[in-house]
């Protein structure tokens, strides 16, 4: 396979964006869109009546056409992202949060790509905002994996594939999803090797609702399907950075815990689509207090200790548990995670780690939440708690089982 990015042999620019081309020709269902399609898409966008109502939704001062004029001008994805994405995003965070802070990020080379593995909080969010914070530091953005599930409207896949999001098909037949991963599997290798992008994908599929973040095997499983090297050599050529996303106020706490209580209660929970809309909506609109990234250091010697294991599976297991494990080191834990912690367990073992103050600002903040979710309160308040307590759990106590009502 030709190395686009690192090639020896200097081919002229029109044949290398030729051979771009044809390449991303062969993942045209799921890719993000790139330079060509740009323009296009964009106009395409733009005469979808549903999104003139999300660009009034998103700049509330400004004339909508006056915006639409300046997008139909736009002829690259990046100039989408600085133009449209980032400017929003800027409000955003200075009308909605108390700061949002990094660590870690000098670690990183801005030249080279890397795969940001990362616990998973909040549909929007988590990527829109580890994109946010690397352009703002002189990094190239990410393409992001995102659901297929979450793509309820063709705008919204014209919207997100425009901002450098590519397709997970879910819900496909057992024959069809293998096939899907590997072509899945065969991008993502494709993207970091190839085109030299860096990538965003969760430890999971779907968001964390308890507060449990736990990277599953089967997503390792995936992204190594397209490699015929070892896991080692393979994950070692990825450049895996793990990437801990903390929230100080869960924008989507008051839904979560009421679709936990529902599955408690019920033994199931059917979301109806529009659902991950309001998620996706409160994400943006809640208030979020502080917010930190910590990127940690891309995975290198750690991946050797794989090497002493002769079970795939088991060799699958520990890398999940080493990207755990720097994830909940990398957590930045606010006073309401100490707070929950010691109400759910009737201690007092963080009492030091916040005042009276922020002690009775949880606990408002909480009872507000929960208010008007039906049912046992006192289980819905222990559902509740969990989803800011779990994270203690898993920096502090590795042995101890994290809360679970589901």
């Known amino acids: 396979m030709v190395s686009f990015t690192s090639c020896q042999v200097q081919l002229p620019l029109p044949l290398l964006i030729q051979l771009m081309m044809q390449s991303e020709d062969k993942y045209q269902s799921i890719r993000c869109y790139n330079d060509s399609d740009a323009n296009t898409k964009i106009n395409e966008l733009l005469s979808e009546e549903r999104f003139g109502k999300v660009l009034s939704f998103l700049y509330p001062e400004e004339k909508v056409e006056g915006i639409k004029e300046f997008l139909k001008n736009i002829k690259t994805i990046k100039g989408f992202q600085k133009g449209l994405v980032h400017p929003y995003l800027t409000k955003m965070v200075k009308n909605t949060t108390a700061g949002l802070s990094f660590s870690g990020l000098k670690y990183l080379d801005p030249r080279r790509s890397y795969l940001f593995i990362s616990n998973h909080r909040d549909i929007v969010l988590d990527s829109a905002l580890l ?110 950075v793990p990437v801990s996303i903390s929230y100080e106020i869960e924008p989507c706490d008051k839904l979560k815990a009421k679709e936990l209580y529902k ?41 050797f200790k794989l090497k002493r294991i002769h079970n795939r599976n088991e060799q699958f297991s520990k890398l999940a548990t080493i990207i755990d494990s720097q994830i909940y080191k990398g957590y930045k834990l606010f006073p309401g995670n100490y707070a929950a912690y010691d109400i759910l367990f009737n201690s007092d073992n963080f009492k030091d780690k916040y005042t009276d103050i922020e002690f009775e600002e949880f606990t408002k903040h909480m009872n507000k939440q929960i208010e008007d979710i039906e049912g046992d309160k006192k289980i819905i308040k222990m559902i509740f708690l969990q989803i800011y307590a779990n994270p203690v759990v898993n920096r502090y106590y590795l042995r101890q089982k994290p809360v679970s009502f589901v």
Not at 161 to 188: C, D, H, Q, T, W
Not at 270 to 275: A, N, S, W
């Open 131 to 240: 994109n946010f914070l690397l352009l703002e530091n002189k990094f190239n953005t990410t393409e992001i994996a995102i659901g297929s599930n979450l793509l309820i409207f063709p705008w919204i896949e014209i919207l997100v594939r425009l901002n450098k999001s590519f397709l997970v098909k879910r819900n496909l037949p057992v024959r069809e999803m293998l096939k899907a991963s590997r072509e899945l599997s065969s991008y993502i290798n494709y993207t970091l090797q190839e085109k030299g992008s860096s990538i965003w994908i969760a430890q999971k599929e779907g968001r964390t609702k308890d507060g449990n973040d736990k990277t599953q095997p089967a997503l390792l499983k995936m992204l190594n399907m397209d490699s015929d090297d070892s896991i080692v050599r393979s994950f070692k050529k990825m450049r895996i």
């Open 263 to 303: 599955k408690f209660k019920e033994g199931a929970y059917v979301k109806d689509p529009k659902e991950d809309l309001l998620s996706m909506s409160g994400g943006l609109n809640n208030f979020k207090g502080r917010i930190h990234y910590t990127f940690g250091k891309p995975l290198k010697r750690k991946l």
